[in-house]
């Protein structure tokens, strides 16, 4: 159980592009998803909180503009890198939390994005 | 906010021996502290947790203690393997489950040589 799948593992693209990820959880119901963004060799920092049917927590430091997260059922989160530059090339990773008491982040495989 | 500090940064055991990693943390606030392997290009997972009401938790070969009036938690892996090599990061927050977000430290890369 606690399944959560992440699409596309791998994107390479021209800088201006936006790219969308989308992370599932495929066997259990999650009202709020996590972001985090991972630098090589380096820890996991939290982007955005993701909450279904209403807008996302942001960070500080995080451009909501710039990373656009929708949560559109309780199974699909999209984060959106809109018009990415090679300074957005990294490794995206989502997480999800079953709706019962005292349940922990489940992750999904992480989305390596590099922008050239 | 919670702040998360995680030593030693590199860790090499021979395989068989055991393994110590230590992390400190700032709010007094934190009661659920999880540990995530994480493999290269891989996602973190979930390998043992535990919460403020208990000093201690064990799984097989992997313990984890807690000293929340010193605020800090360790990870103890005996008998290590050679799957057991990884990065491994420690985290804390108040509460598991949808509310709480986890703030990570910084990882720990083991490597356990034959």
């Known amino acids: 159980g606690a399944v959560v799948s992440q699409h596309p593992s791998r994107v390479i693209c021209k800088s201006g592009t936006s790219v969308k990820i989308e992370c599932r959880s495929l066997?259990?119901?999650?009202?709020?998803m996590f972001w985090y963004r991972q630098f090589p060799k380096k820890s996991l920092m939290l982007m955005a909180t993701?909450?279904?049917?209403?807008?996302?927590?942001?960070e500080q430091g995080v451009e909501k503009d710039k990373f656009l997260i929708n949560h559109a059922s309780l199974t699909l989160s999209t984060l959106t890198v809109t018009s990415a530059h090679p300074e957005d090339s990294s490794f995206y990773i989502c997480?999800?939390?079953?709706?019962?008491?005292?349940?922990?982040?489940?992750f999904g495989d992480g989305t390596r994005l590099s922008i050239l | 906010g919670e702040n998360v500090e995680q030593h030693p940064s590199t860790l090499s055991v021979q395989e068989g021996d055991s393994a110590v990693i230590k992390c400190t943390y700032s709010?007094?606030?934190?009661?659920?502290f999880p540990w995530y392997k994480q493999e290269l290009g891989k996602r973190p997972q979930l390998i043992i947790d535990?919460?403020?009401?208990?000093g201690e938790k064990k799984d097989q070969r992997i313990a984890v203690t807690l000293n929340k009036t010193a605020k800090h938690f360790s990870l103890h892996i005996t008998e290590t393997q050679p799957e057991d090599s990884a990065v491994y990061f420690c985290?804390?927050?108040?509460?598991?489950?949808?509310?709480?977000?986890?703030?990570f430290g910084t990882g720990t890369r083991l490597q356990v040589t034959l």
């Open positions: 997480s999800a939390v079953r709706e019962a008491k005292n349940q922990p982040q489940h």
């Open positions: 066997d259990f119901q999650a009202t709020t």
């Open positions: 993701s909450n279904e049917g209403s807008k996302a927590t942001y």
């Open positions: 709010d007094s606030a934190s009661n659920y």
């Open positions: 535990i919460r403020s009401n208990v």
């Open positions: 985290a804390a927050s108040i509460r598991p489950g949808t509310a709480s977000k986890l703030t």
